[in-house]
C-alpha cells in the first residue's frame, strides 16, 4: 500500500483565497484525522471521522474551516478565507479504528501571505 | 482540560545510552499515543498503549494510568533514534504534548 497520500505537498497562497487540502487514507482504514501543527501550539486534532461520518469536529477552529468526507477513500479540509494565522503543516491520518494505530501522511505545508 | 507535559524538552545522548521521555497528563484517559516526528517533519506512530507496557525492538513504552503518567524508553540509543517524540493522550479529547527533542550523537 503506498500509505496515506496527501496533496498538495506544499501551498502558497494569498490572504483571502480558498484553500482546499486532499487526503487518501489506507485502504481499509476506516478511521480519518486531520491535524495541524504549528511551532506555536504543536499538534492539534481538528476533526476525527468514523465511517466516513464527522465524529468530532471540536478543534476545528472557526467556521472558515471545513471538512468532508464524500467516500471511504477520499476527504478534503477546505479553508475559506484562508489567513496568514492558517499557515502550518496539516497531517492527515488514518487507522482501523479510533484507538488503534495512526498512520499519518507527509502533510500539506500551508503558507499564508 | 487535558493539560500534557513532557519532560525533558532536548536531550542530548551518546550512542548506545539508554534514554526515558516521561510525559504526564492531567485526566482520565481511554489511550495514550507515543509519535516519532523525523527532522523531515514525517510523524510515525510508535505505541499505542491503554495500560501496562509494550515493547517494539529497542523501544518500550509504559503507561500508569493511576499516575497519569507514561515513559518511552529506548535502549541501546542510535544517532537514527534522532527525532521528535511526542505523547498524545486521549480523553475526552486529545492533546498533544510539546514533544522532547532528542539528538543521539556517534
Known amino acids: 500500500d503506498a500509505g496515506v497520500i496527501q496533496s498538495p505537498r506544499h501551498e502558497v497562497t494569498e490572504m483571502g483565497q480558498e484553500v482546499t487540502l486532499r487526503c487518501k487514507p489506507i485502504s481499509g482504514h476506516n478511521s480519518l484525522f486531520w491535524y495541524r501543527q504549528t511551532m506555536m501550539r504543536g499538534l492539534e486534532l481538528l476533526i476525527y471521522f468514523n465511517n466516513n461520518v464527522p465524529i468530532d469536529d471540536s478543534g476545528m477552529p472557526e467556521d472558515r474551516f471545513s471538512a468532508k468526507m464524500p467516500n471511504a477513500s477520499f476527504s478534503t479540509l477546505k479553508i475559506q478565507p484562508s489567513e496568514p494565522r492558517d499557515s502550518a503543516v496539516y497531517f492527515c491520518a488514518s487507522s482501523t479504528d479510533r484507538p488503534d494505530t495512526q498512520y499519518f501522511g507527509p502533510g500539506t505545508r500551508l503558507t499564508v501571505l | 482540560k487535558n493539560e500534557v507535559e513532557q519532560s525533558p524538552q532536548n536531550l542530548t545522548a551518546q550512542e548506545g545510552e539508554f534514554i526515558t521521555i516521561n510525559c504526564s497528563y492531567s485526566?482520565?484517559?481511554?489511550?495514550l499515543h507515543w509519535l516519532q516526528q523525523h527532522p523531515g517533519g514525517g510523524i510515525v506512530s510508535l505505541f499505542m498503549l491503554s495500560s501496562g507496557k509494550k515493547k517494539h525492538g529497542r523501544l518500550i513504552a509504559t503507561i500508569n494510568i493511576q499516575e497519569k503518567h507514561s515513559s518511552l524508553h529506548i535502549t541501546a540509543s542510535h544517532p537514527r533514534d534522532s527525532a521528535v517524540y511526542i505523547c498524545?493522550?486521549?480523553?475526552?479529547?486529545?492533546?498533544f504534548g510539546a514533544g522532547t527533542r532528542l539528538t543521539v550523537k556517534p
Open positions: 498524545a493522550p486521549r480523553g475526552d479529547d486529545m492533546r
Open positions: 485526566v482520565g484517559i481511554s489511550a
